[in-house]
Nanobody
């Protein structure tokens, strides 16, 4: 079972940037699809972005054009670059992983992922 650990959260002002990191322990990380989800206070956890094995990406409409997901298989890491942050981006951000095949579709549902990190808090003040 892969272990995931997020880092890079913090308190920033609207318009600022943050880069979140997700470190994975699994030896076969390169075969995983990786996703970032977030959960704001009082709201359900929601999909933010995913990167497939072949490094194609998909984003939620709310972050498209502002966030960029990437991966470094050699470092077994994924990153979420967040630019032009808004107060509504305030949430706990989680990375998730699942084994997949090269031709798999994008996975965007919580139940698609079996491995989760503990989350990192991002707070954006206006």
């Amino acid at each position: 079972q892969v272990q995931l650990m997020e880092s890079g959260g913090g308190v920033v002002q609207a318009g600022d940037s943050l880069r979140l990191s997700c470190a994975a322990s699994r030896r076969t990380f390169s075969r995983d699809a990786i996703a970032w989800f977030r959960q704001a206070p009082g709201k359900e956890r929601e999909f933010v972005a995913t990167i497939a094995r072949a490094s194609s990406t998909l984003y939620a409409d709310s972050v498209k054009g502002r966030f960029t997901i990437s991966r470094d298989n050699a470092k077994k890491a994924s990153y979420l670059q967040m630019n032009d942050l808004k107060p509504e981006d305030t949430a706990i951000y989680y990375c998730a992983a699942r084994d997949t095949i090269l031709t798999a579709p994008y996975y965007t549902a919580i139940h698609d992922y079996g491995a989760w990190g503990q989350g990192t808090q991002v707070t954006v003040s206006s």
